[in-house]
T-cell receptor
Framework: TAGITQAPTSQILAAGRSMTLRCTQD?????MYWYRQDLGLGLRLIHY???????GKGEVPDGYSVSRANTDDFPLTLASAVPSQTSVYFC???????????FGPGTRLTVL | GQNIDQPTEMTATEGAIVQINCTYQ??????LFWYQQHAGEAPTFLSY??LDGLEEKGRFSSFLSRSKGYSYLLLKELQMKDSASYLC??????????WGAGTKLIIKP
């Protein structure tokens, strides 16, 4: 079982460009999440989705958008990247019975 | 506001025991999670507590006191592979996780 996959593994992006970070899970979890992780800070929630067709804003949603067309995929889009969006991005999904979140391997994004 | 506090860094010796503390303040409470994160990797689930008391899982144990807003992760018989960051996260009333910044654990031979 693959669990959660993310693509790309890493990316260098020019400021002002757009980019979509991909996330796919094969565990049939309803809930999915996007976090960013910066040195010295805890994981911060960007957006989440409790089930296909619904999304919600987390702690730091500005500059990011998401969609949830189906259960498996939860892409994160940066419409116009800025250097402050340089970070490691983790996608996660959670099982309903325990709310335990399982993480993808992450995408390291550098915006120059 | 919501807040999680845990030490930034701890050092311990191989074979010893270490306790990593975490205090939390959240709007509502639906459980306390501990995750392990090796450098450059994703967080992986270690434990979940929602009731007061100690949960033991092999070399790792986790304790929760809801009245004190306090948890700890206890690691016994430390191995070099336990060198990692340990993340404490509390689930609030909206079932969202509030994360601490993590405790970097350094194991010395």
């Amino acid at each position: 079982t693959a669990g959660i996959t993310q693509a790309p593994t890493s990316q260098i992006l020019a400021a002002g460009r757009s980019m979509t970070l991909r996330c796919t899970q094969d565990m049939r979890h309803n809930a999915m999440y996007w976090y960013r992780q910066d040195l010295g800070l805890g994981l911060r929630l960007i957006h989440y989705s409790n089930t296909a067709g619904t999304t919600g804003k987390g702690e730091v949603p500005d500059g990011y958008s998401v969609s949830r067309a189906n259960t498996d995929d939860f892409p994160l889009t940066l419409a116009s990247a800025v250097p402050s969006q340089t970070s490691v991005y983790f996608c996660a999904s959670s099982e309903e019975t325990t709310d335990t979140q399982y993480f993808g391997p992450g995408t390291r994004l550098t915006v120059l | 506001g919501q807040n999680i506090d845990q030490p930034t860094e701890m050092t311990a010796t191989e074979g010893a025991i270490v306790q990593i503390n975490c205090t939390y303040q959240t709007s509502g409470f639906n459980g306390l999670f501990w995750y392990q994160q090796h450098a450059g990797e994703a967080p992986t689930f270690l434990s979940y507590n929602v009731l007061d008391g100690l949960e033991e899982k092999g070399r790792f144990s986790s304790f929760l006191s809801r009245s004190k807003g306090y948890s700890y992760l206890l690691l016994k018989e430390l191995q070099m592979k336990d060198s990692a960051s340990y993340l404490c996260a509390a689930m609030d009333s909206n079932y969202q996780l509030i994360w601490g910044a993590g405790t970097k654990l350094i194991i010395k031979p």
